[in-house]
Nanobody, 119 residues
Framework: QVQLVESGGGLVQAGGSLRLSCAFS????????MGWYRQVIENQRELVAG???????NYADSVKGRFTIAKDNAKNTLYLQMNSLQPEDTGVYYC?????????????WGKGTPVTVSS
């Protein structure tokens, strides 16, 4: 199992920046990929940024050039640097880890951290 704890959310004005952190622990050597997801509507989470075990990254079109995902394996922490924030970036941000399980993967989620961008 993997435990995930997010932090760093808050209230920021449009154009500002925030850095989210996700501390991970447990069976970390079984993590295949990690990502940040945003939830605006209940039970609907969209991928914002992802990173694989070998540091291949991908981003939602809406955040390309503004957000950067990074992983510090020495600190067991995943980051999301968010710059030039806009009101549409508002939501609860969740950290997710895809952990190897059998021939596939199993998702683990943190409890989320809220981000509010005011205009």
């Amino acid at each position: 199992q993997v435990q995930l704890v997010e932090s760093g959310g808050g209230l920021v004005q449009a154009g500002g920046s925030l850095r989210l952190s996700c501390a991970f622990s447990g069976s970390i050597f079984s993590i295949h990929a990690m990502g940040w997801y945003r939830q605006v509507i209940e039970n609907q989470r969209e991928l914002v940024a992802g990173i694989t075990y070998d540091d291949i990254t991908n981003y939602a079109d809406s955040v390309k050039g503004r957000f950067t995902i990074a992983k510090d394996n020495a600190k067991n922490t995943l980051y999301l640097q968010m710059n030039s924030l806009q009101p549409e970036d508002t939501g609860v941000y969740y950290c997710r880890a895809d952990v190897l399980y059998g021939r596939g993967t199993e998702p683990y989620w943190g409890k989320g951290t809220p981000v509010t961008v005011s205009s």
